[in-house]
């Protein structure tokens, strides 16, 4: 298996820009997470989605961000406008039916000018 | 309150056992996990221990649980330089798949 995809791998952009990340997770997963990893808060949930449901996106900073999912394989996470301190590595997962395996994509990373 | 906490670096020489550390606070938590972390790459799941075990081993870790004292611990036998790397504890908690990170703990194998 491919693993989860994630893209861009890295990301570039003034601040004020418009910023989509993807996700593709593992065939098969029915949940996916969205995460934020920085220096100053480590890593944090930012939405979970179940056969792509948002069940708990009360980790989403503000209402800058948003996260789709539209179909089982694909799924998206969108900050508008981009701040400088949205700068961080946003890491995709997904599980199975079980969920008790979270498997990470490799990250895309965010710097915001 | 979901807390986790780990100690930010250990230093080991090539060959000798690490031991990495890890206290919890919820104790409803269900299952309870390793991660690595490898310069520029993602989270690589190690290992998993369910609450009602004490002990999992796997090749070179072993994963012992205190639920009583909330403590976790991964001991990597062996330890050589491709282990070098921030080692996540996590918890499984909030009802669902939800996940609790530690800070991660940096183990760097020296010669």
């Known amino acids: 298996d491919a693993g989860v995809i994630q893209s861009p791998r890295h990301e570039v952009t003034e601040m004020g820009q418009e910023v989509t990340l993807r996700c593709k997770p593992i065939?098969?997963?029915?949940?996916l997470f969205w995460y934020r990893q920085t220096m100053m808060r480590g890593l944090e949930l930012l939405i979970y989605?179940?056969?792509?449901?948002?069940?708990?996106d009360s980790g989403m900073p503000e209402d800058r961000f948003s996260a789709k999912m539209p179909n089982a394989s694909f799924s998206t996470l969108k900050i508008q406008p981009s701040e400088p301190r949205d700068s961080a590595v946003y890491f995709c997962a997904s599980s199975n039916d079980r969920g008790y395996e979270q498997y990470f994509g490799p990250g895309t990373r965010l710097t915001v000018t | 309150g979901e807390d986790v906490e780990q100690s930010l670096f250990l230093s080991v020489r090539e060959g000798d056992s690490s031991v990495i550390n890890c206290t919890y606070t919820d104790s409803s938590s269900t299952y309870l996990y390793w991660y690595k972390q490898e310069p520029g790459a993602g989270l690589q799941l190690l290992t998993y221990?369910?609450?009602?075990?004490d002990m999992k081993q796997d090749q070179r870790l072993t994963v012992l649980l205190n639920k009583k004292d909330k403590h976790l611990s991964l001991r990597i036998a062996d330890t050589q330089t491709g282990d070098s790397a921030i080692y996540f504890c996590a918890e499984m908690t909030g009802g669902y798949n939800k996940l609790i990170f530690g800070a991660g703990t940096r183990l760097a194998v020296h010669p």
């Open positions: 221990i369910f609450s009602n075990m």
């Open positions: 989605f179940n056969n792509n449901v948002p069940i708990d």
């Open positions: 065939s098969g997963h029915n949940s």
